[in-house]
């Protein structure tokens, strides 16, 4: 049931990102999928999500898959060094990611934009690790 | 401690593996997007997913009865219009100008197209700075062509697929037109500024710019007749900077369509 709503909420985001926010909520829900699962799957979602988004929006079909996937892959290049699975390392991830994705694909008032998305990130992060019981503990995790 | 099922993070080299086949298969869609069989395909995909956007739009632009308001507004936007013909046609009398250029557009001339996205930072409350529309170029749709709604130029296109297109609002950051005062006849660029407002620069000192002038097209068409015609509307000028010191000076000019409140738009089809 959770897994469904948030098949649901990635659609909406993709929807809502093509149709009326220039915010990034498709790298947002990745960005927090991503560390909050740390499973392969994140790549393909990434990869299939990028393509969907480049159809609806005009735009060179291939370059934000891309994108999704080099960012995502640096960022859990991270889980070596560092506990990834934290608030302040979401929130950080998404203001760079914003401004990265923002300076690519020209998006307006930059720096708001970024910050904005660093506090949705942190949110959605926040209530996706209470309901599907993930923990940040140490690298283990309760499935 | 509670007993649970436990799980190590996963293997290092399986995520690196994945990564590297994703991001293979990318770059090859990058290209193969780029040729024809690739476009066809992407045809398809977006024939299939469009509709899901377009319902998204209408769902939050709604089906809007046209109310009063909105009346008064089409007819002021249409009264505009007019006046800049009106002024454009005094102009040539008084120079004596032997050909009458007609800025009106043949509707044969014009595609019809839906808005199926615009996109701002906050919807509803952003000036936003493009749109997605439903033709691309199978319609005919090229890149560079204006788009207009009541003679008024909105944007140009900026990208186009098999079935899509999108559009920079002239109010977009890096859009820019030739211009002219359609009082005064003073030449200048248009620059879009982004936040809903456009910049008419580089005109000479000494001609005149007024408050509520209207600006409109300069024009830019080859000798096939494809580019911008002339004295298409594109927005009032609401203040003037004008120093002596200067070599230049500009004005602030703001369109006269509200796009967030349009639903279908034309496509200038000069061909």
Redesign the interface.
Known sequence: MVLFTFVLLFILALLLESTLTTVPLVLLALLCLAVARKKTWIFPLAFFSGILLDILLVRVVGLTSLFFLVYLFFVLLYDRKYEIRTLPFIMVSAFVGTLLYGVLFSLPMLFIQAIISSFVAGGVFMIFTRTTGVRDSKGFQRV | MRP???????K?G??VS??I???I???????L?QTPL?SSF?GF??ST??P??RS??VL?AGESDETERERLQKENQRLHVDLAKQQELEREIKALHDQFNTPSISPEHLIPAQI????????GF?IP?EM?LDV?SRQGVRIGQVVVSNDIVVGRIT???AQ???VDLTT???FSLTAKDSHTGALGIIQGQ?GGIMLLENVLLSDTLEKDDLIVTKGSMDEQGQGIPPNLVLGKIISVNKKASQLFQSAEVVPLVDVSKLSTVFILDQS
């Open positions: 649970g099922r436990f799980t190590l993070p996963q290092r399986k995520f994945t990564f086949v994703f991001f298969l990318s770059i090859i869609f990058l290209i997007f690739g992407g995909l977006d997913i469009r899901f956007q998204t739009y939050y199926v996205g615009i996109k701002g930072f906050v919807p952003s700075s997605i691309g990208h186009v697929s899509a297109s999108k977009k950051e890096g982004g």
